[in-house]
């Protein structure tokens, strides 16, 4: 819905685009805490009517003083009512600040959520052509600037328009309207140099985010590639590359700074000006007696509260453009296109059964050439599936069209007699324990790792999936033990235990079907039969796919196939393909006499 809205908004031109664009794109939002915005709003207006009661005391204390008619008794009189009034705005004040300001926190919250509910559902070729920098620069800067707009700006907003209202009526109906309008004739100026400022202020603002997160994804890819850059020496290049990104940053937000600059100088010649008018025309009705020396203070009193309005209405058009643009930002993020989603009659219900692949071809999205040619295969439940072959021969593109991270093949793909679209998503991947090449921990303990795919599962059933890893005994071994931190990214662990934890992760799901993508690459061939045998005694009737370069890894399978350039060029069992003398044989041989190198010959 939120989507929708966003581009009903984005089409919307006009004054409103320049000014009161934002507000109605976040009319949805305004709605729905419509309470919490019409208490402020109405608290705000009681305030700026308050307001308007000081400078008229003074005024009429001044006229009793010229008068010589004051006493003490008129003047303790008027000292309640002022003591009265400003009791009364300082309460309010905090009230209104609690409706608009807590609501905007609100808002913040929402989008926020919703932009993290969209990550998760976007698809793998979205996180390709996105920087994680610049993702975390829409859900913190970009926000921020969203909550001010919805906050502060509203504030802005309603107390110009109504503190200036009111004071203009207040002046032109209780002192003079000539004089009134005489002092308003600088007012259009300035209305048309704030527009042409924000302006202005929108185009620089967006580059300045977009700096800000090309600076923000510098700096989180060089945290994470930290190892690389010191093992190859290039500290010195990396912070001079930081550097300039971060100069960048500061240049584009000096080009913001100095239009924002602009604001108040300008405004302070509108209001100088409306002074000098105020007192010169003033002065003269004074004279001539249609003025009394207490109104003309009255009025130059109003006229000084007119600043604030003049003020905030400059500072409005810089809350609005900097919201304006980063809700342009977040709203074209939430505009992403959802590429893989359930069906309308999709089942929710896990899938079991045999899996059948007929892929006539499949290309990635942006790719001209095709990663999968001609590949049908079927694996029976319980069994076990090895897929060997060259990097890039489309091991793990099989695997991924399983799990439907990517869609747009030319072909089918059966779970248990259904394609895979006839399951919900999440039902689908609960069947499927999927341990991928690049292993990623939390920074959690060792036991939160592994109990990620169930945090509700017991330390028995912990430690009897990390038994069937063969990681058991390391964690023993580690500080504190199954509650050891590893480490953003499992930074403290070699790549075999991260591994092995890894696969213990997916084995405690208890998947229907185990995917191994290339997962044993890590370790020992002894740490891998013993991996393997375990996985063969405790996963009787499930079906299990192994992807690897080693062959020893998947020579037990009941199918083994083997890809080159997306076609399946050699398949059967380990002893049909010794027999073939094919690409299977040789590199089997290959392999078994580079092992044998290692152990000396013996």
């Known amino acids: 819905m939120i989507m929708d809205q966003m581009k009903q908004g984005i089409i919307f031109s006009g004054f409103g685009g320049v000014l ?4 109605l794109e976040l009319g949805w939002f305004f709605k729905q805490e419509k309470k919490a915005y019409i208490s402020g ?12 009661v000081p400078p008229k005391v003074i005024g009429i204390l001044a006229d009793h003083i010229n008068d010589r008619t004051i006493s003490k008794g008129m003047l303790a009189q008027w000292m309640i009512v002022l003591i009265a009034v400003g009791l009364a705005m300082y309460g309010l004040r905090y009230y209104w600040r ?4 807590g609501s905007s926190v609100k808002l913040s919250k929402i989008l926020r959520n919703r932009l993290y509910q969209h990550f998760t559902n976007m698809s793998p070729s979205f996180y390709q052509k996105s920087r994680v920098g610049d993702l975390m620069a829409h859900a913190t800067n970009d926000l921020s600037a969203i909550q001010q707009t919805a906050g502060a700006g509203v504030l802005t907003l309603v107390d110009s328009l109504s503190t200036g209202g009111f004071v203009i009526i207040a002046m032109a109906f209780t002192i003079s309207w000539k004089l009134t309008l005489i002092c308003l004739i600088p007012m259009p100026f300035m209305a048309m140099l704030t527009s042409w400022f924000g302006t202005m202020l929108h185009r620089s603002f967006y580059k300045a985010q977009e700096a800000f997160s090309s600076l923000n994804d510098k700096t989180q890819e060089s945290m994470t590639g930290i190892k690389v850059i010191k093992t190859f020496g290039q500290e010195k290049e990396d912070i001079e590359d930081f550097r300039k990104q971060s100069e960048d940053v500061v240049q584009k937000n000096i080009v913001v700074a100095k ?4 604001y108040d100088p300008t405004i302070s010649i509108i209001v100088g000006i409306s002074f000098f008018l105020s007192i010169a025309f003033g002065a003269k009705y004074v004279l001539n007696g249609e003025l009394s020396i207490g ?4 009025f130059t009193a109003y ?5 604030w309005p003049m003020l905030a209405f400059g500072w409005l058009f810089n809350i609005v453009e900097r919201g304006r643009a980063s809700y342009d930002r977040v709203a074209a993020l939430l505009m992403e296109k959802v590429e893989i989603t359930d069906t309308d009659n999709s089942l929710d219900v896990m899938p079991y059964g045999d899996i059948q692949f007929t892929i006539a071809e499949f290309t990635y999205p942006g790719d001209l050439r095709p990663i999968l040619n001609d590949v049908s295969f079927t694996i029976n439940a319980g069994e076990t599936l090895g897929i060997v072959g060259k990097t890039g021969s489309g091991k793990t593109t099989l695997l991924k069209l399983l799990i439907r991270e990517f869609e747009g093949y030319q072909g089918e793909i059966l779970f248990g007699g259904r394609t895979l679209k006839d399951y919900k998503l999440n039902r689908l991947r609960e069947a499927i324990g999927y341990v991928p090449q690049d292993h990623f921990l939390f920074s959690a303990s060792v036991a939160e790792n592994i109990a990620f795919t169930d945090p509700s599962a017991s330390m028995e059933d912990i430690e009897k999936a990390a038994k069937l890893a063969n990681i058991h005994n390391d964690i023993l071994q580690f500080t504190d033990g199954y509650q050891t931190v590893v480490g953003e990214r499992g930074v403290s662990l070699s790549g075999g235990q991260k591994q092995r934890i890894s696969i213990a992760r997916a084995l405690l799901m208890s998947p229907e079907v185990l995917v191994l993508d290339d997962s044993l690459s890590a370790v ?5 039969e013993a991996i393997l045998s375990s996985l063969r005694q405790n996963r009787e009737g499930k079906t299990t796919i192994i992807t690897s370069h080693r062959l020893s890894a998947i020579q037990h399978a009941n199918l083994v196939l083997v890809l080159e350039d997306g076609k399946v060029i050699e398949r059967g069992a380990h002893e049909d393909l010794m027999e073939l003398d094919g690409w299977y044989k040789e590199m089997y041989l290959h392999q078994q006499l580079e092992e044998l190198v290692e152990h000396g010959g013996h």
């Not at 609690?98 to 300001?101: E, L, V």
């Not at 109104?295 to 009255?298: A, K, N, Q, Y």
């Not at 006229?303 to 600043?307: A, E, K, Q, S, V």
């Open 20 to 23: 009161m664009k934002v507000f």
């Open 295 to 298: 109104e003309l203070i009255s």
């Open 524 to 528: 020992d061939a002894k740490t891998e």
């Open 41 to 52: 709003i109405f608290i705000l207006l009681l305030v700026a009517m308050l307001q308007l």
């Open 259 to 262: 239009i924002d600059s602009l």
């Open 98 to 101: 609690i409706m608009i300001f």
């Open 303 to 307: 006229l000084g509260l007119l600043i």
